[in-house]
């Protein structure tokens, strides 16, 4: 087994990874390890080959695969970057020791002055819904067909069912579409969706598929493959309402149930995590609890927006590279927490002396709201939605004001929506 002192680890060469690794190594971090499971860096983006990426980070809009060629190819300028692909994380420690293993270098541990976090999220399998039924062939994650579409080239069946209106599923549902699947039906636990607004209308308006809100699936039909699936509205419980269910025929039910931050390795670590995010919790330089480890992107909270992914990773890429040289300033951090209708604010713990960006997320849609900065009033939510999320940046002249706790909340403006 090698041992090797290194400057920085970064676990993870997704979106995140890229942009935290890049922003070390120009701000001058002698030697970078990027590492990734997967055979190639990009991490979920390579499997988005639909556009809408970029628009506010580069000023266009670009497809997954272009946005994360904005962040590969430049890594050829930075020699002090080792990606190392196909690579298996199995162990970190509170003081920075990375223990990995792929077939070309076996067993390395990585002894880092400092390491970032930047794993990413996984998806919520059947098992963690429990839904009843056989197990018949034809039950996909929507990240699982997105994969088999625009990589494999493969389709998943002939007639769908997606249960869950995420961002993914929503798009899933087009791409099914264009690819010639039948799509019956997108289906919402919820009275409301956890997608975008202009997924809801580019993908399921614009082609005519209906999206059941406050419906679930009740079980699932089928012996070898899927047959249907029965379905039933819920009350305002989430209970289904047995006595009107109903079944769709379909071949393929297609599960976008949310998605978890990948934090086992953070966990045995130390590091501690925000119950409603299920990431860790970070500061305004995006260090975790324990001193040295910096964590970004959806490892941290799930994002709608890769934009801010690569905002917050490039910001705990800079810092780390500070902490690495021991010039990240000792500050004394205000802690932040979430009040009326506020689901999760990241980062939980903000420095008073720099501009540091909130990103909010709602508990329930609203309209004509005001987010709330402790009793200041601070900007106008004209639409508030839960798969949305509410970006604010306080300044130091804002933060003068406060040296205690700070709770975020949306308030005020018209009745519930």
């Not at 082609?207 to 699932?220: A, G, M």
């Not at 009350?235 to 978890?260: H, K, N, W, Y």
């Not at 330089?285 to 992107?297: D, H, K, S």
């Amino acid at each position: 087994m090698l041992e090797k002192d290194t400057d920085l680890v970064v676990i993870g060469a997704g979106p995140a990874g890229l942009a935290a690794a890049l922003a070390a190594a120009e701000a001058g971090v002698g030697e970078v390890i990027l590492i990734d499971r997967l055979e190639e860096p990009g991490g979920i983006l390579q499997q988005c080959i639909h556009n809408g990426f970029g628009l506010r980070y580069f000023g266009e809009e670009l497809t997954g695969p272009e946005y994360a060629w904005r962040f590969i190819e430049p890594l050829a300028q930075y020699p002090q970057i080792q990606l190392k692909t196909g690579t298996m994380v199995i162990e970190l420690t509170a003081d920075r020791r990375v223990v990995a293993i792929n077939p070309r270098d076996g067993l390395v541990v990585y002894r880092a002055k400092a390491v970032i976090l930047a794993m990413g999220c996984r998806e919520r399998p059947r098992g963690a819904i429990n839904i009843p039924g056989s197990r018949p062939a034809g039950i996909f994650t929507a990240g699982t067909v997105q994969r088999l579409m625009n990589i494999e080239g493969l389709l998943p069946g002939k007639t769908a069912v997606i249960l869950g209106s995420g961002d993914i599923g929503l798009i899933m549902a087009r791409r099914l579409t264009l690819e010639g699947v039948k799509v019956r039906a997108v289906l919402e636990l919820l009275p409301y969706s956890s997608g975008l607004q202009r997924n809801i209308v580019q993908c399921l308006d614009d082609y005519q598929i209906p999206l059941y809100l406050s419906h679930t699936v009740t079980r699932i039909r089928g012996e070898q493959r899927v047959s249907a699936v029965e379905v039933a509205p819920v009350d305002d419980r989430l209970q289904p309402l047995s006595d009107q269910r109903f079944a769709i025929d379909c071949d393929t039910l297609v599960l976008s149930v949310g998605l978890v931050p990948e934090n086992e390795l953070s966990v045995n670590a130390g590091v501690q995590l925000d119950p409603a995010t299920g990431g860790p919790l970070v500061d305004s330089n995006y260090q975790t609890n324990l001193p040295g480890i910096f964590a970004c992107g959806n490892v941290v909270h799930v994002h709608d927006l890769v934009d801010d992914v690569t905002e917050e990773s490039r910001m705990a890429g800079g810092a780390a590279a500070l902490y690495i040289r021991g010039q990240l300033a000792k500050v004394t951090m205000i802690r932040v927490s979430g009040g009326r209708n506020v689901r999760s604010v990241v980062p939980q713990q903000i420095a008073p002396d720099r501009p540091t960006t909130l990103y909010v997320r709602a508990r329930f849609p609203e309209r004509n709201r005001i987010l709330r900065v402790a009793d200041n009033d601070r900007t106008k939510l004209p639409v508030v939605a839960p798969g949305e999320t509410i970006r604010y940046t306080l300044t130091p002249k804002e933060l003068q004001e406060y040296r205690e706790d700070l709770s975020i909340s949306i308030e005020g403006g018209a009745s519930h929506a």
